[in-house]
């Protein structure tokens, strides 16, 4: 996950926590995405929509000024199949963690066992957009019609080349002839 640099625009949701707030017992925290933030969020990702988002996170500090989150995303929306390009409902309820950081304390290892870890600034760090680019990171990049099943995409791959066959005719016309 990225943290905001200084030219980045300010997120679409926000939800600032003054780390003052927090203990090292772990302190729970709710937020939602307002209708407005919805769709913002569903511009950012290229979605037709986002019709709910919500975070319930259980946050500590940890050492050298580390906030682990663990947390739950619930979130309803809509895609788009790349197979047949018909816009279809989805949803998403996982569990999370996530370290925030300061910043310039990120570490840049790619293995896929660490929690991801989100940069911050001064004594806040911001909810909203860690719950947005938990989102981002949990939507299916080849998102596909829950109708088209497991050979569903292949067979309307094949429906399509039937119907949009050039030469059939010709081969037609050339068995006929031997």
């Not at 990225?2 to 003054?18: K, N, V």
């Not at 569903?42 to 050298?64: K, N, T, V």
């Amino acid at each position: 996950l990225m943290s905001a640099g200084p030219d980045t625009p300010p997120p679409e949701f926000s939800r600032p926590l003054p780390l003052a707030r927090l203990g090292a017992v772990g302190e729970p925290v709710e937020i939602a995405a307002s209708a407005a933030e919805c769709a913002a969020l569903a511009r950012r990702f290229g979605l037709p929509e986002i019709a709910e988002l919500r975070g319930a996170f259980r946050l500590r500090r940890a050492e050298a000024g580390r906030v682990v989150a663990e947390g739950r995303i619930t979130a309803r929306f809509t895609q788009i199949c790349v197979v047949t390009l018909d816009p279809f409902p989805a949803s998403l309820d996982e569990a999370f963690e996530l370290h925030f950081v300061p910043e310039g304390e990120d570490n840049l290892d790619p293995d896929p066992e660490r929690p991801d870890e989100m940069g911050y600034e001064g004594e806040m760090i911001d909810l909203g957009e860690a719950l947005a680019q938990q989102l981002a990171v949990s939507l299916d990049p080849f998102p596909r019609h829950p109708a088209l099943g497991p050979r569903g995409a292949h067979d309307r791959i094949e429906e399509a080349e039937d119907r949009i066959r050039p030469f059939a005719g010709l081969a037609a016309l050339l068995k006929r002839q031997n």
